[in-house]
Structure formats: C-alpha cells, structure tokens
C-alpha cells in the first residue's frame, strides 16, 4: 500500500496546483454556461411577391389587392425581369391575376391563379396566404345566394371577409423561460469535458512523478511486482477521479440548479460522468 499513500503524499504537496487548475477550469465552465443561454425569438416576416395585374380593379379585386399588400412585401418588377429576380430571390412569388377575377369570384367557383415561384419557403408562405383568402371569400359568398350581388352587399362581404382577416393567433414562445432540466443537459456538454481536462492533468501531474529516474529505479529493483505497483496507482487514479467527479459535478449543481438537483435527467447525467471518469485515468 505504500504506493497508495505516495499518490496521495504527492497529491497533498502539488494541491496549490491542482487547486489552481480547478478553479481556471471551473471558471470557464462556468461563464460558457451562463453566456450560452439560448433565447429563442419570433419574428413575423411577410413574404415577398410580385403581381402582374390584368384586372379591371373592381371591389372585390381591390381587396384582395390591398390584402396582399398588407400581408407581403410588394415587389415591382417589369415582366422581363420576373426570371431573373426569381434566380436571385429578389421576390419569391410572382401571381398572375387574370382580367376576369371578379366574374370568377363572384361565381363562387374555386379561384386558380398561375404564379411563377422561386420553391423558397417565403413562397409556400405566400401561396398559404393567398389560398387562405380565397377559401374564405368563397364561403362568405355562398351564403349570399346570389351571382349578382347588389353594391350594398358587396360592401357588407367585404368588411365581413375583412374582419374575420383581421382576427389572428398570438404567439407565445415558452421556450424564452429555459428550464432547469435544460440548463443541467448545457451544464453537463461542457462540465464533462472539464471533469477529464482537470483529471487528466491532475494524475499525469502525479504519475509523472513516480516515473522520474531516480524513483523508477527504485521500483524496479524493489520486491513490488511491476504489475501489482501499476494496479496500485490505477486504483488511487481512480478513486480520486471519482471521488473529484463526485464533488465537482455535486457542488456545482447544488449551485446553478438545485431546484433540479434529484431530476431523473441530472441523476442519469452524473452517474454517466462518474462512469466514465475512471477510464480517462486508464490509458
């Protein structure tokens, strides 16, 4: 056992060193956890889209004109420049409103328009919200009964379709209030690599002293047998890498995140980590 008690002899004779090193350690550590709190926002983007307009502009069009310019970001082009300004993104839909939209609309039939696309998402976006207002508008003028609509009911359609547009979901995001359970999975990415990094230095710092010429001489010619002295300094390596893993992982959690300290996730973390630590010591 004299081997055992020399690891620990050395151990207390460097522990101005290995108290330094878990200090720089712990410290870094700890400030990436705290800078890497990850903030999710919401930002609404309107998509960008184009339109060639060959309507006569009556009011059911002019509507649905003003929608779109309320809901995308308008982008006027000339038709030459449609190919180009889809290859660059410069708008991600191009509609083409056919001169007879308001007969189509008031027919109650189901609006097909051609567009020209760039296949980004702000242009599925686009085609959403497009289709989202035909389909309302087409059941609104269904319960008029009628493909001849007086100018008082098409007024009427138009605020009805305008304030059922207007209604909207609000977004919450739940995922700006970081839960512990969170923290604890950021705190163990980084706190493992730390655990070994002090490990590792720490029983390289010792064994490098047992392999110091003077002392390796004596090894050699004493009656240890190489083997049982080897299997002597991987067990005092491994009880200091699981009693400082222990410690380590413990205090820190017991710090940060004790409201989550006996969670099944942090359980799992650290008996991972405490798992592993001895076999950093191993090769």
């Known amino acids: 056992m004299i081997i055992f008690k020399t690891f620990w002899r050395i151990m207390k004779r460097y522990w101005w060193i290995v108290a330094l090193y878990v200090v720089i350690l712990t410290s870094i550590s700890i400030l990436n956890l705290r800078s890497n709190s990850n903030q999710t926002t919401f930002t609404d983007e309107k998509p960008e889209i184009t339109i060639v307009d060959k309507t006569t502009h009556q009011p059911l069009t002019n509507n649905f004109l003003n929608y779109l310019s309320q809901t995308a970001e308008l982008v ?6 449609i190919t180009d300004a889809l290859f660059y993104q410069r708008t991600s839909l191009v509609v083409f409103l056919p001169e007879n939209l308001e007969t189509q609309i008031l027919s109650g039939q189901k609006i097909t328009l051609d567009y020209r696309t760039s296949g980004n998402y702000s242009a599925e976006l686009a085609k959403n919200l497009i289709s989202r207002y035909f389909e309302l508008q087409k059941s609104e003028i269904n319960l008029l009964h009628t493909q001849n609509p007086s100018h008082q009911q098409i007024n009427s359609l138009i605020n009805s379709i305008n304030q059922k547009l207007a209604i909207s979901p609000e977004v919450h995001l739940t995922t700006n209030n970081v839960t512990n359970l969170r923290k604890i999975s950021g705190y163990f990415n980084a706190a493992s690599y730390t655990i070994m990094a002090i490990i590792l230095y720490i029983t390289c710092l010792i064994n490098a002293t047992f392999n110091k010429t003077e002392i390796k001489k004596r090894t050699l ?7 049982k002295y080897n299997l002597y300094l991987l067990f005092a390596n491994s009880i200091f890498s699981f009693l400082f893993s ?3 992982s413990s205090h820190l959690l017991v710090t940060l995140f004790s409201a989550a300290l006996f969670s099944p996730l942090s359980s799992f973390y650290t008996c991972q980590t405490l798992y592993s630590s001895p076999f950093a010591v191993s090769h």
């Open 76 to 81: 006027k082009l000339d038709e030459s420049q």
């Open 221 to 227: 010619v004493s009656s240890l047998h190489l083997k």
């Open 246 to 248: 222990s410690l380590f």
